[in-house]
């Protein structure tokens, strides 16, 4: 069992910077995949960035590559999101999930995803 905290959200203009953490309580964490999704009202929950277990490789959604990253410190349990020059399209909730047997080429899907947290509000005005 896993759960997940995120925090760091918060409301900041065009072009600003923003972390969001994602605490894990649970064993093992260094062993479970970490994702990011959004969900902007109207919209589906989206994929926006994700890292191996162990902090190996990183994927990222295109609308997002090369303005955010993604790291994680096994010792503290954490994942990182670093979202820069934010837009007003970055605008939605922000949750992260835990996965343990996340495939390479799955892992902008939801359902490999076994934990969620419960999400961090982000919104970026022009």
């Known amino acids: 069992q896993v759960q997940l905290v995120e925090s760091g959200g918060g409301f900041v203009q065009a072009g600003d910077s923003l972390i969001l953490s994602c605490a894990a309580s649970?064993?093992?964490?260094?062993?479970?995949?970490i994702g990011w999704f959004r969900h902007a009202p109207g919209k589906e929950r989206d994929f926006v960035a994700a890292?191996?277990?162990?902090?190996?490789?990183?994927y990222f959604a295109d609308s997002v590559k090369c303005r955010f990253t993604i790291s994680r410190d096994n010792a503290k349990n954490t994942v990182y999101l670093q979202m820069n020059s934010l837009k007003p399209e970055d605008t939605a909730v922000y949750y992260c999930?835990?996965?343990?047997?996340?495939?390479?080429?799955?892992?902008?899907?939801?359902?490999?995803?076994?934990?969620w947290g419960q999400g961090t509000q982000v919104t970026v005005s022009s």
């Open positions: 999930a835990a996965g343990l047997f996340v495939s390479g080429s799955n892992y902008a899907r939801k359902n490999e995803y076994d934990y």
């Open positions: 649970g064993r093992a964490f260094s062993t479970y995949s």
């Open positions: 890292i191996r277990s162990r902090g190996g490789r990183t």
